[in-house]
């Protein structure tokens, strides 16, 4: 079992032989969630300290778009992705990780991308994580598609910059900038970054509790880490406690993200540009969980778009109420599980873009001056309205996560709908060199 294998390696560092893969407490395999990268934990920061180590991320997929609204134009992607990572653990509070990201798409002679990987983590207590250069990007920041477009994983999933990360019980965050384009002296061209803000406040929860312990865990608890909580303890030793806990959760979701292009000592006439998205809502969730986990969550968000230069646009907006049932069925002793994802929505976009939003969500043609009607004999050219529904499922065996993925978008003025498919294979693992 993974914790146990962690407490025994606090107290004998030695017991684990080098080149023997160890768990990797913090990867995506832990949540289910294969297309998330989680930061380390406090754990994982006591358990690399001294060691250098070799984290080995490697992904294949498979994309295709089959569009048939003008919004947006049908494409069809398979490759593989190879990201290597030397971890040393400078101290118990930080590492240093040092790598490369190597993207290759099928049908092409060259790397589609290669790009060094560098950053410093440093977590100066449980509820906060600080990184600079190389930073959790793509889906680990959590926004959703009308703000951040979900096919970044493939094609722009490296950001490089700085992070801020903070969790606690009633509140998480994502603070980050991602400077993609640094602009050299008197050249013709213009620099770009992104700057993003993704907040959770816990409003209100409710947590009822039933079932009585199979054994005591309080030795375990206390060799491990005393602030460690049990859910956390629970979710490594399923033996300890097998209870049923019902939840429910009040949350307001905040997002903002800022995309500028620009810069002062480029050579070329173009205008600066500085768009803004924010998203804000209300976000009920019921939780039930014993041997499996059943999710029930009623999203209620509003978007909003600006532009800087008033003159060229003045802005738009957006409302995207949606329902989503979760299942996990996940055994943590033989590290393998199941877990299904289906949601239903509505959106209503007026005026709406996003620099990095999905163009399914734009009520502008991606391939077309801004703002122009994707349809001029449509009553509401300048407007979205569409049905969503999506459904995705999750396979973990023993660190290698198979994913599946179907979207529909129904267009119901123009009547059409657009499909989306992917197909993810995804393994995470540790290896301890010295």
């Known amino acids: 079992m993974a914790l146990l294998a962690a407490t025994m390696t606090l107290r004998a560092q030695e017991t684990v032989p080098p080149r023997q893969p160890i768990t990797l407490l913090n990867s995506a395999n832990s949540s289910m969630h294969m297309l998330y990268d989680e930061p380390p934990s406090t754990l994982d920061m006591r358990l690399s300290e001294n060691h250098l180590l070799l984290d080995i ?76 250069g190389t930073i959790y990007g793509s889906y680990s920041h959590r926004l959703d598609a009308p703000v951040y477009d979900p096919s970044r994983w493939i094609y722009n999933y490296q950001e490089d910059g700085l992070q801020i990360l903070t969790k606690t019980k009633m509140w998480s965050s994502d603070t980050w900038l991602d400077w993609s384009h640094y602009l050299t002296p008197w050249t013709a061209d213009q620099e770009r970054f992104t700057m993003g803000s993704q907040h959770v406040v816990s409003f209100f929860k409710y947590t009822r509790t039933t079932g009585e312990p199979i054994r005591p865990c309080c030795a375990e608890r206390k060799a491990v880490h005393d602030t460690m909580c049990i859910d956390t303890i629970v979710a490594f030793i399923g033996d300890c406690f097998r209870p049923e806990r019902q939840s429910f959760n009040i949350d307001i979701p905040f997002h903002f993200v800022a995309s ?76 393998k599980g199941w877990s299904l994802l289906a949601s239903a929505g509505w959106w209503h976009g007026d005026h709406y873009f996003s620099a990095y939003g999905s163009p399914q969500f734009w009520s502008v043609n991606a391939y077309s001056s801004l703002h122009m009607p994707a349809n001029a004999a449509t009553v509401n050219a300048d407007m979205r309205n569409m049905l969503t529904f999506s459904a995705a499922v999750e396979h973990e065996y023993r660190g290698l996560n198979i994913g599946l993925n179907v979207n529909a978008y129904y267009d119901t003025d123009l009547k059409k709908t657009d499909l989306l498919f992917g197909f993810y294979m995804r393994f995470k693992g540790r290896f301890k060199l010295l």
């Open 260 to 335: 500028h292009r620009g810069g002062e000592v480029k050579t070329i006439d173009t205008n600066t540009v500085t768009t803004f998205n924010e998203r804000i809502g209300v976000r009920l969730q019921y939780t039930s969980n014993k041997k499996h986990t059943h999710r029930f969550t009623l999203d209620l968000p509003f978007y909003y778009y600006q532009l800087e230069d008033k003159d060229l646009d003045n802005g738009g907006k957006g409302f995207y109420p949606m329902l989503t049932y979760e299942f996990k069925s996940i055994d943590r002793n033989e590290r």
């Open 57 to 132: 991320d490697a992904a294949g997929f498979f994309f295709d778009a089959e569009y048939a609204t003008p919004m947006a134009k049908g494409y069809t992607v398979t490759g593989f992705r190879l990201s290597p990572t030397l971890v040393y653990g400078i101290n118990n509070r930080a590492q240093l990780r040092v790598g490369l990201n190597a993207s290759l798409f099928a049908g092409l002679d060259s790397m589609y991308r290669l790009r060094p990987t560098f950053s410093l983590v440093y977590k100066p207590s449980e509820w906060l994580t600080l990184v600079a």
